[in-house]
């Protein structure tokens, strides 16, 4: 397969992958507590939902898919089942008939963002090409498909509507037909070993590693705040609305295009990332992200949709920063730094610590706290989290040695 052909189908793999994603993870919680009723707390909980799938099903397919069946047949197997279950979803209206089917719907989602990565790791790997340098410019059209797919729901008026989860159901399909037909991810050839080895539990051994352990531990402590603005950035900046002074401005009328600001910026951000990794190392670059958390809460507490909305279009700036240099330079990091045979393992590992443990936990505790301090506390609250992070991970993480091109 050529090169331009290859990098062609991993974009609309990496487009279809974050558009599914992006036509509800922002709009949903406004969706939930605004239109249904439901409370901070029962809103969190969803997104926490993301967590606790992301505990087993990652590290769980991320198994088969490196002993089992190929990793892009698991792929696509995944999207279809997702999509089955965004659309009963789609017709609940209580909490009690909506939390079991999107509980459903994301733990045959969440998987699939590792497994994408791994598809286009190992493409580009057997076609000679260098993941640091060549995937980011891939990877920046699933951020696209993320604003394409937000800026339908908001137009569309489906971000107030369970529409937006039909719209990304159609999504997952086509691309679960498609992923059919993506380069083969071959299984390992080692069927010996013990059965560690043979269930494909040997990527937790990297937590006898010290650094990697340490890395793992803080994916999972900024893993907590990667949930936070997704949960109640959409439904906060609504809420001017009911305040005369910010009826009818843009921002409150239209957040969730507001929002996508966030994504615009990834797309430039996700450009930056090999020059940053092979000049300043994996710590700095996490330790940047981390401190741009810090300016992203605290923006979004200080800033308003009238006077002060230069400081939410600087949050929504910042956080390409936040959320890139963490999430993607983590992804490449894990990689580079793992065995060929237990790559996909690895990469659901880390899943596990970012959008599992980190994720769950996080998305409860910001229900509680947004429900007994109120905004803009919470946003100074949860800025004060992340500064705490960067400074213990500057303390304990010890940069390895950066591998050259």
Known sequence: MKIRQLTSRLIAMNFLQYAAWGSWLISLGAYLGGVLGFTPVQVGSFYALQGIASLFMPALLGIVADRVLNAQKVLGIS?????VFLISA???????GIYPLMFAAVCFYMPTISLSNTVAFNALTKAGMDTVKDFPPIRVFGTIGFICAMWIVDLTGFNETSSQ???????????????????????????????VDKLG?????????????????????????????????DGYIKSFRELPQYAGTF??????????????????????????????????????????????????????????????????????????FFNISGSLYVDQETDSSIRASAQGVFMLMTNGLGAFIGSYLAGFVVQSTGWPTAWYIFAGYALAVGILFAVLFKDPQKKQA
């Open 90 to 96: 789609s017709f609940q209206t209580t909490y009690s």
């Open 251 to 324: 921002g409150a009328e239209h957040s969730t295009i507001l929002i996508s600001l966030s994504q615009i910026s990834e797309t430039l951000c996700i450009l930056l990332i090999p020059f940053f990794l092979k000049r300043f190392g994996i710590k700095k670059v996490m330790l940047i992200s981390m401190f741009a958390w810090v300016f992203r809460f605290g923006l979004l507490g200080a800033g308003n949709p009238g006077p002060g909305v230069w400081m939410f279009i600087l949050s929504m700036i910042v956080y390409g920063v936040a959320f890139d």
């Open 201 to 233: 539990l040997k990527a937790f051994s990297l937590f006898k590693q010290r650094n990697m352990a340490f890395f793992f531990i803080f994916s999972a402590l900024l893993g907590m705040a990667l949930q936070i603005t997704n949960t109640f950035a």
């Open 79 to 83: 999207h279809i089942l997702c999509a």
């Open 165 to 195: 989860l039909l719209l990304s159901a159609g999504i997952s399909i086509v691309l679960g037909i498609y992923s059919f037909t993506l380069p083969n991810c071959e299984l390992s050839k080692d069927k010996t070993g013990s059965l």
